[in-house]
T-cell receptor
């Protein structure tokens, strides 16, 4: 199936700093790119998504950018807060099969 | 309350003893799927279903079976569990395929001894 590489696997930032997580993919037919947040012991939940006809989308402190030419998309969290500490997963949908392929996750730790 | 439920939440079993993990959603979603989550590997799709009586393999279907006889239910069946199936399992549903928000269940932690 489609591969998606996610980096870094762990990220530690100080409260108030920004965090960036990047995912790269290979199939140019990919057209939907969601990001999920999983708090410790909880289920994954969608926090933001972007479709291939848009280059950037923002929702308060969270933004996602998509570079279709370079085949990568990134999650940006500004003014990080302790409650942002979680595992973040990127995912992508290609359309050749009706399924999502997830990245391996990034554990974000926001320290005081 | 709109939700996806799974049962059981925790299960310890032994190799070869058939088990079923149930998944139910009350949102009238057509699309349902099963994932397993393992450290360092992220979420990997096991099976998915576009609608009643329509199921298809995901990326790691070996050792699993599913059925979709009703729209709301999508059970995961392990006919002969093995230790490498020890994992955290999530069911998810969506109103229209994998192209939209997936609503996940609370997870089932399975240990196969």
């Amino acid at each position: 199936g489609e591969n998606v590489e996610q980096h870094p696997s762990t990220l530690s930032v100080q409260e108030g700093d920004s965090a960036v997580i990047k995912c790269t993919y290979s199939d140019s037919a990919s057209n939907y790119f969601p990001w999920y947040k999983q708090e410790l012991g909880k289920r994954p939940q969608l926090i933001i998504d972007i479709r291939s006809n848009v280059g950037e989308k923002k929702d308060q402190r969270i933004a996602v950018t998509l570079n279709k030419t370079a085949k990568h998309f990134s999650l940006h969290i500004t003014e990080t807060q302790p409650e942002d500490s979680a595992v973040y997963f990127c995912a992508l949908y290609t359309g050749t099969a009706s399924k999502l392929t997830f990245g391996t996750g990034t554990r974000l730790q926001v320290t005081l | 309350e709109a939700q996806v439920t799974q049962n059981p939440r925790y299960l310890i079993t032994v190799t070869g003893k058939k088990l079923t993990v149930t998944c139910s959603q009350n949102m009238n979603h057509e699309y349902m799927s099963w994932y397993r989550q393992d450290p360092g590997l992220g979420l990997r799709q096991i099976y998915y279903s576009m609608n009643v009586e329509v199921t298809d393999k995901g990326d790691v279907p070996e050792g699993y079976k599913v059925s979709r006889k009703e729209k709301r239910n999508f059970p995961l069946i392990l006919e002969s569990p093995s230790p490498n199936q020890t994992s955290l399992y999530f069911c998810a549903s969506s109103s229209s395929g994998a192209y939209n928000e997936q609503f996940f269940g609370p997870g089932t932690r399975l240990t196969v001894l």
